[in-house]
Nanobody, 125 residues
């Protein structure tokens, strides 16, 4: 009964920063890949960043490279997303996701089977 709960969203001005957290519980130790996705109104859910739970390899969408950093604290079963230099186009509902499959095609939405409820991020200009 894996469960993911996001927190840390909010409203900031362009250029600001936010740090999102994803607390995992239940049968989460079997998950090999975890990531962050976002969905803006009228758009499809897209992959933002992902990481291998075992090796720590990271993957990023081109739109956030150099600005966002994904990290994890396995002892605390927590995933993080540090977001810097935020832009209005980053405005979206952000979701934490996990899967048993290893991190091949790490930003593929359809390959993740476990999802959190989402946390809203709003960036104003």
């Amino acid at each position: 009964q894996a469960q993911l709960v996001e927190s840390g969203g909010g409203s900031v001005q362009a250029g600001g920063s936010l740090r999102l957290s994803c607390a995992a519980s239940g049968y989460i130790t079997s998950m090999r890949c975890m990531g962050w996705f976002r969905q803006a109104p009228g758009k499809e859910r897209e992959g933002v960043a992902a990481t291998s739970t075992g090796g720590g390899s990271t993957y990023y969408a081109d739109s956030v490279k150099g600005r966002f950093t994904i990290s994890q604290d396995n002892a605390k079963n927590t995933l993080y997303l540090q977001m810097n230099s935020l832009k209005p186009e980053d405005t979206a509902m952000y979701y934490c996701a996990a899967r048993r499959l290893s991190c091949w095609y790490p930003l593929d939405r359809a390959s993740y089977g476990y999802w959190g409820q989402g946390t809203q991020v709003t960036v104003s200009s």
